[in-house]
């Protein structure tokens, strides 16, 4: 069965450096999106994206993120600027169609940040 | 705007026994609901989902939920709990846009 996958599964940064977190959505899949979790709260919504630009962002998703799509296969997360409180699980997950449809997650990339 | 309840952060059963999962919900449009687990180490797999259709739905691993208007709730269940099914469980509301928005999580432990 197809999968998101994540890459990496952890990453250590230090406090300022830029970290890109890797994500490959489902092949047939055409909206994508970012969560994160900090240890101990819920789920966040980050950002959406479809046709190659953002179709929505949370106010957590300031000037120091953005999102690519370099090729037709990965979609990534560019935090250029890391912050202590930026360390959390962040989820990569795609769907099949527009509002409503199913969001399959992938594993997540644990990120903290010293 | 949307937003999901979860009631309980943590629940214990011992196997066999009734699980219950609360999850209240407020939505300004018709809601569709989702609940998904986490397993340790894991990334978050969708259970079930309600889309208007009917108001019990049923799930993998013998979980359902019901969708009560009414009562703007949308509890999972599942008769006999066994020890696999020891997680993170997430409700979650998809707004008018395509955000999901979630609950807070319950944790489920299962007591031989």
């Known amino acids: 069965e197809p999968e998101v996958t994540q890459t990496p599964s952890h990453q250590v940064t230090q406090m300022g450096q830029e970290v890109i977190l890797r994500c490959v959505p489902i092949s047939n899949h055409l909206y994508f999106y970012w969560y994160r979790q900090i240890l101990g709260q819920k789920v966040e919504f980050l950002v959406s994206?479809?046709?190659?630009?953002?179709?929505?962002k949370s106010e957590i998703f300031d000037d120091q993120f953005s999102v690519e799509r370099p090729d037709g296969s990965n979609f990534t997360l560019k935090i250029r600027s890391t912050k202590l409180e930026d360390s959390a699980m962040y989820f990569c997950?795609?769907?099949?169609?527009?509002?409503?449809?199913?969001?399959?997650f992938g594993p997540g990339t644990r990120l903290l940040v010293l | 705007a949307q937003s999901v309840t979860q009631l309980g952060s943590h629940v214990s059963v011992s196997e066999g026994a009734l699980v219950l999962l609360r999850c209240n919900y407020s939505?300004?449009?018709?809601?569709?609901l989702f609940w998904y687990v986490q397993y340790p180490n894991q990334g978050l797999q969708l259970l079930l989902k309600y889309t208007s259709a009917a108001t019990l739905v049923k799930g993998i691993n013998g979980f359902e939920a019901e969708f009560k208007k009414s009562e703007t709730s949308f509890h999972l269940t599942k008769p006999s709990a066994h020890m696999s099914d020891a997680a993170e469980y997430f409700c979650?509301?998809?707004?008018?846009?395509?955000?999901?928005?979630f609950g807070t999580g319950t944790r489920l432990q299962v007591f031989p």
């Open positions: 979650a509301v998809s707004s008018n846009t395509d955000k999901l928005i």
């Open positions: 939505s300004s449009v018709p809601p569709y």
């Open positions: 997950a795609s769907s099949p169609g527009t509002v409503r449809e199913t969001q399959y």
């Open positions: 994206f479809y046709n190659n630009e953002i179709s929505e």
